[in-house]
């Protein structure tokens, strides 16, 4: 099994958190054949996700998003390319909300990203 845990934080606040987070679970639904149920909180939401093999839930606060989920034993050997994806999504949903947060999430992205392919590079030349 493999786990997967990302976090984004942003300046959008709840209701706007709340509005990507529910796109973020109806393409889920569309494009992954999840089930997802919102259960709405005074301070925070909380999405849960399920399929054959994940299950997850994805916090939505005023401030940040975090994901964890669980992956199943065939799906575990596609968590990297599985975790980029959900990644990517959310980010571009961030990106469309405004404010500040698309930013500062592409900048983390864009620092992980070039922090993943030094080490690569740096594997490379130790061989």
């Known amino acids: 099994m493999a786990d997967l845990r990302i976090h984004r934080e942003h300046d959008l606040g709840l209701e706007k958190a709340r509005q990507i987070a529910w796109k973020w679970a109806e393409e889920a639904e569309k494009k992954f054949d999840m089930e997802c149920t919102v259960v709405e909180g005074e301070y925070s939401d909380t999405v849960e996700f399920t399929r054959s093999g994940v299950n997850g839930r994805l916090v939505v606060a005023a401030d940040h998003f975090d994901l964890d989920a669980k992956l ?9 390319t599985i ?45």
């Open 83 to 127: 975790e980029n994806e959900i990644e990517k999504t959310l980010d571009d949903l961030l990106a469309k909300g405004g404010g500040g947060a698309g930013k500062k999430a592409m900048a983390k992205t864009t620092a992980r990203t070039a922090a993943k392919a030094a080490t690569k590079t740096a594997a490379a030349k130790k061989r």
């Open 72 to 80: 199943g034993f065939l799906l575990g050997a596609f968590s990297k």
